[in-house]
């Protein structure tokens, strides 16, 4: 079956870049969610996308911004890494019917040196 | 105090062995419940659904005790390949899933 894709698996960057992490749902699933997860933590709700609209908004950092395309297809953008931001980036899928259920992608490594 | 806690351990079994895991949340109004499985370095995988009846998925049982706000998951005769952390995830809402830290289980020949 298919599953949630992320791209890159994994990303190096320096101090002040960008990055973009990109996330491909399930197919025909309407909703995207994006997960911090650090080092011996559990995953930090970022953000949330239903139907290409911003749909809920958790501990993502101003220098973050997310968006969901025509395609359902999710980015989120990240402007001058910092050191703490090392992490697993998850992103999960659901549909919005019946039980909510998450599905997780493999998720992205991002190593900021 | 987190929304979800859980009993970080670890607990270090022999195989075969039965071990149970708990969960509390602090939001009465919390919708659905789930344990996920995350092995190291790897995503969150969904083990099973917890319901109000209680639900069991072969070597696995878990429990949903909405007065005490309380959700377990038993796993009775332990396989190595059990080991893993597992998280217990509350939905508050469509978009507001909080994660309890996990607990990590270390099966043992």
């Known amino acids: 079956a298919a599953g949630v894709i992320q791209s890159p698996r994994h990303l190096i960057k320096e101090k002040r870049e960008t990055a973009t992490l990109k996330c491909y749902p399930i197919?025909?699933?309407?909703?995207v969610y994006w997960y911090q997860q650090g080092p011996g933590q559990d995953p930090q709700f970022l953000i949330s996308f239903y139907e290409k609209m911003q749909s809920d908004k958790g501990s993502i950092p101003d220098r973050f911004s997310a968006q969901q395309f025509s395609d359902y297809h999710s980015e989120l953008n990240m402007s001058s890494l910092e050191l703490g931001d090392s992490a697993l980036y998850f992103c999960?899928?659901?549909?919005?019917?019946?039980?909510?259920?998450?599905?997780f992608g493999p998720g992205t490594r991002l190593t900021v040196t | 105090r987190k929304e979800v806690e859980q009993d970080p351990g670890p607990f270090n079994v022999p195989e075969g062995a039965t071990v149970a895991f708990n969960c509390t949340y602090s939001?009465?109004?919390?919708?659905?419940f789930f344990w996920y499985r995350q092995d190291c370095r790897k995503e969150p995988k969904l083990l099973m659904s917890v319901y109000s009846s209680g639900n069991e998925d072969g070597r696995f049982t878990a429990q949903l005790n909405r007065a005490s706000q309380y959700i377990s998951l038993l796993i009775r005769d332990s396989k190595l390949s059990d080991s893993a952390t597992y998280l217990c995830v509350v939905n508050e809402k469509y978009n507001d899933m909080r994660f309890g830290a996990g607990t990590r289980l270390t099966v043992k020949p």
């Open positions: 999960a899928s659901s549909v919005r019917t019946g039980e909510v259920t998450e599905y």
């Open positions: 197919p025909r699933h309407d909703t």
């Open positions: 939001n009465s109004a919390s919708q659905s």
